[in-house]
């Protein structure tokens, strides 16, 4: 399986301990595998860091790495369950300890339905309603050096 992520340089050895720690869950190094979702990521990343490129780096994982033995919490969908597990990461409240974390992203778009949530506007119910509206990429993220190391750099596209 084909797997990208965005950055604003190439990434041939990925680590989980770079990334930063409020985000959707928790740190780690987050992959996709839509192509179009992590050259977003990367033009924002260059755009907000002011920096000169926008890059996907592009790896290869086993087609079966979901069901290999590892700790994995994995998302179906926009849940209750993932939707207080991304809540409680942003705030820096995420304590969960998992090798692989796969589900929606809760990406700019979404957030403003998400902070409606959080500020109690919206019940989780409703929240959950308004985000199915909305095209959901997926996301993979790697939360240990075991996992992470069945990445295999394949190449670099400057966006």
Known sequence: ??????STVRVKRPSVLKGRKATDFGKGFYTTTSFEQAKKWAILKK????SEKAVVSVYEVPDDILDMEFS???FEGPTKEWLEFVVNNRKGRGRAQYD????PVANDQLYVTIRLYEQGVVTADAAIEMLKSHKLFDQLSFHSAKAASLLKFIEAIEV
């Not at 755009?47 to 002011?50: I, L, S, T, V």
Request: hydrophobic fraction near 40%; aromatic fraction near 18%.
């Open 47 to 50: 755009n907000r860091d002011f």
């Open 1 to 6: 399986m084909k797997l990208y992520h965005g």
């Open 72 to 74: 994995i919490y994995r």
């Open 100 to 103: 692989l974390i796969m589900g």
